[in-house]
């Protein structure tokens, strides 16, 4: 079972046309967001993506950019464990929710 954070949050981006499709991504990846598919890596899980960075920092090409300890899946995340309101810096003056 994959793990689903929230829905259209993180912070992921990937570029296909960098991809040298070593596949490096789909074996750092904690929670299977990567898949490789005609020699090339894609995404398949963006949800679960926790953005802990190490698609990123382990991809050669530099085809891979995740804001790594910041943006709301990890404030959620981080939220769970210390009993707080999630604080991820997203909130504005008309919403003071964050992700909301």
Known sequence: MKHKYLSNVSTL???TERCRSCG????????GVFAIEEKKAIV?????????GACALNC????IEVKAGVGCAYAII????????????????DNDVCCG
């Open 13 to 15: 981006e990937y570029n």
């Open 24 to 31: 490096r991504c789909t074996e750092v990846c904690p929670h």
């Open 44 to 52: 398949i899980a963006k949800d679960s993506c926790m953005e802990c």
């Open 60 to 63: 050669p090409a530099g085809a």
């Open 78 to 93: 981080l939220s769970w464990f210390s009993g707080k309101e999630p604080t991820c810096g997203c909130a504005d003056e």
